[in-house]
């Protein structure tokens, strides 16, 4: 064994795919996408999209891609063989999609034009008029892709707020191929918000996964004064979170969760000094 192996961690369960997945687009006025609107508060599970969000369907198997370009201004200096001052100037995420099914909402997008405003007459016929150049839509844009892990789904996504088409790609009309709806959209910081894109991860083999990837698990426990078992109430303990430090109201300082019985009962290193219903924090 080289002085390499004894220094290396590397975990192949954490590399990750995303194997399916959807954008969705809502307008400007759907609520906002937050970890807490996305993701079950106890198993960490997705959960259904406030209303307002509208799946653009199958994709091309080119997925979701993301970009990000960042500009910088640098100062050189005399004698100096690398800048001595970098700024920050601009940092845009731009999202590019080829949707393959045709319905409103891909229409819409692609066209540029309101949907409220694209009808069938009665024979089922759709015009639609590219608009002139005026001010531009946005929309609100949640992107998720999801894999698929032993302890359930793993799910990466970002959500823009404020976003738009600021690239349309090029159309064919042709046999043994897909008609579809290329486009890009760029993120913009929303006022209210107050950012541009929200990193969101989450799903049950996610939540399994946290203390590996090095995140700190918070669950809710029940503790009782002068015992060192606790019930979990919301929340799971899972077996990577033995001998890892506990902190909380009503745990000792450097206690450690000592065993678990089941993912909902563990016992800490040293007794609870207070009792109720309290947030843990496992590190």
Do not use: C
Not at 192 to 205: I, Q
């Amino acid at each position: 064994m080289g002085a390499f192996d004894t220094i290396k961690v590397h975990n192949t369960d954490l590399i990750r795919e995303g194997l399916q997945g959807s954008v969705f687009l809502g307008a400007i006025t759907a609520a906002e996408i937050n970890a807490a609107a996305l993701f079950d508060a106890v198993t960490g599970d997705l959960k259904a999209l406030p209303a307002g969000y509208t799946d653009l369907g199958w994709l091309t198997d080119a997925g979701a891609k993301f970009a990000r370009a960042i500009k910088t201004n640098d100062i050189t200096s005399w004698g100096s063989e690398e800048p001595t001052r970098s700024d920050t100037t601009s940092d845009t995420t731009t999202l590019q999609i080829e949707a393959q099914e045709t319905k409103l909402v891909t229409l819409g997008l692609w066209i540029g034009a309101a949907t409220s405003g694209i009808t069938a007459g009665v024979n089922g016929a759709v015009e639609v008029n590219k608009p002139a150049v005026a001010a531009p839509q946005y929309y609100r844009i949640l992107a998720v892709g999801v894999d698929e892990g032993s302890d359930g789904e793993l799910v990466a996504a970002q959500f823009l707020p404020r976003a738009r088409v600021t690239a349309i790609g090029d159309q064919s009309y042709m046999a043994n191929g897909a008609i579809t709806y290329p486009v890009t959209l760029t993120a913009f910081k929303d006022s209210t918000l107050g950012y541009s894109v929200k990193y969101l991860y989450g799903g049950a083999g996610f939540l399994a996964r946290k203390a590996v990837m090095g995140f700190n698990k918070a669950v809710t426990a029940t503790l009782t004064t002068g015992q060192p078992t606790f019930v979990v109430t919301a929340g799971t303990l899972s077996a990577e979170d033995v001998g890892q430090p506990v902190t909380g109201t009503g745990v000792p300082a450097g206690a450690t969760l000592l065993s678990m019985t089941d993912p909902t009962h563990g016992t800490l290193s040293a007794n609870a000094t207070s009792s109720g219903t309290q947030t843990l924090t496992i590190t």
